[in-house]
């Protein structure tokens, strides 16, 4: 099967109009489309409903959450090493079908170990194997535009997002709980099998191209030589890291932390702000708006954060963003209205699609390509331990206080010594060392 891509992506490479990792970025892109169908904005929905119908608490609920990030930090390093073994692809495509059948199987999930055993393992595709798999395959694609692709990667899946709310609030409100993750799991077999699966080529050098588009191989007259278009050559800064070494940087340590810290916030946030804004007098339906006014601005902010990190350190673009990620968990306080939300979910989506863009930029541009999905696997674990503390925090503050006021203080506090840390940060050196100051 990896012959038909290869096959496919050399006929189209030869007739299309525009760069063949574009086409590498839309397949690759629609996978981040189907992860959201069982992200944190999407349980939101289902939050409220399930608790009424089952019994069940929101704490219980949102473990679900946490029971994926905990399993997914044992698997992130192999499904890193996995993609750079086997290739992005394979494991990408096996992940849309094992997503769209534990989706539909929460049809039936009318007890917590059922509702945990579906959940958890869409939870475990969203943050590895996706998150991992198609990141390193447009990082691979793309150096000098890495930013701009990675921005339109991501702006898929806030596309993603609004759609599967959408679906899921419609086919709640129209039918059932379990109608809403039927055609959850419908939505992510129909958009993402088939596209990962005949059009992602692993790299440009195995269809004859180059990163970018920039560098094109040309037929000399002499067989078996080539012929560089030096003037569209970019920079030779690209540097190309293995595991081991990144592994010895406080850089790669710094970014896991801090990502991690930025996940737990978000996590913390995304899952509870359905029900805190049904709890602030809002409806199902004026959630399920704010909610997609959220995906809307994170899916725009995607390709404004894609253009940032292209021209900003990367220190002081992750610093903003934690910054920033202070002032919208202390603007949820200030939410009485239903314009007030639909503001405050426009900051948050700000928060998200720097969240997206930046970690995969900043890896990939401090330790390179070759083995950026064993690199990416270990700094997927600090999200999934942020996402495993985030739900459970913001639970325990509502069931024990009656709010969520204790948690999102101290987000906003933890937030804004991450953004501390983070700008005192250096990148990697290229003897192996780097440092902090």
């Known amino acids: 099967m990896n012959n038909i891509s290869l096959v496919i992506g050399r006929y189209l490479s030869a007739r299309l109009p525009f760069y063949y990792g574009w086409v590498v970025v839309f397949a690759a892109g629609t996978t981040v489309f189907a992860r959201m169908a069982p992200s944190v904005f999407v349980l939101g929905i289902f939050l409220s409903p399930m608790a009424d119908a089952f019994g069940w608490s929101r ?12 399993s997914s930090i044992f698997l992130s390093p192999v499904i890193g090493w996995a993609v750079d073994r086997y290739g992005a692809r394979i494991i990408l495509t096996v992940s849309m079908l094992i997503l769209g059948v534990a989706v539909t199987s929460l049809a039936w999930a009318t007890v917590p170990i059922f509702f945990y055993m579906g959940f958890a393992t869409g939870r475990i595709v969203f943050h590895v194997p996706v998150q991992i798999g198609s990141g390193a395959v447009v990082s691979r694609w793309f150096v000098k535009k890495r930013g701009r692709a990675i921005g339109f990667l991501y702006l898929s899946g806030s596309v993603g997002g609004i759609v599967c709310i959408q679906v899921a609030a419609f086919a709640m409100s129209q039918w059932s709980i379990g109608a809403a993750w039927i055609a959850l799991g419908i939505t992510v077999f129909a958009v993402s099998v088939l596209p990962t699966l005949l059009l992602i080529v692993e790299r440009p050098e195995d269809i004859g191209l180059l990163p970018d588009g920039l ?62 804004y049904q709890d602030r007098g809002l409806g199902l339906t004026a959630v399920a708006t704010a909610i997609t006014i959220n995906g809307i601005v994170s899916g725009l902010g995607s390709l404004v954060w894609g253009a940032i990190i292209e021209r900003t350190p990367i220190r002081w673009a992750m610093a903003f963003l934690m910054a920033l990620s202070t002032v919208s968990t202390l603007m949820l306080f200030t939410v009485h209205t239903l314009l007030g939300a639909f503001f405050v979910s426009a900051v ?60 999102f203080l101290t987000f906003a506090i933890i937030a804004l010594i991450g953004a501390g840390v983070v700008s005192l940060s250096k990148p990697p050196r290229c003897d192996g060392s780097a440092g902090i100051r």
């Open 348 to 407: 948050i989506g700000v928060v998200a699609a720097g969240g997206n863009v930046i970690p995969p930029v900043a890896y990939a541009s401090y330790f390179g390509r070759r083995s950026i999905g064993s690199i990416r696997g270990i700094g997927e674990t600090g999200v999934q331990i942020g996402q495993t503390i985030g739900p459970l925090l913001s639970g325990l503050a509502f069931d024990l206080n009656g709010s969520y006021q204790v948690a």
């Open 59 to 70: 704490t219980l609920i949102a473990g679900a959450v946490s029971v994926g990030a905990i």
């Open 215 to 276: 560098l094109e191989p040309e037929p000399d007259n002499v067989p078996g030589t080539v012929t560089v278009n030096l003037q569209a050559a970019p920079e030779p800064i690209e540097v190309d890291w293995t595991l081991r070494d990144a592994m010895g940087t406080k850089s790669l340590w710094v970014m896991v932390g801090v990502v991690g810290t930025l996940f737990m916030i978000q996590a913390g946030v995304s899952v509870h702000v359905g029900a805190f």
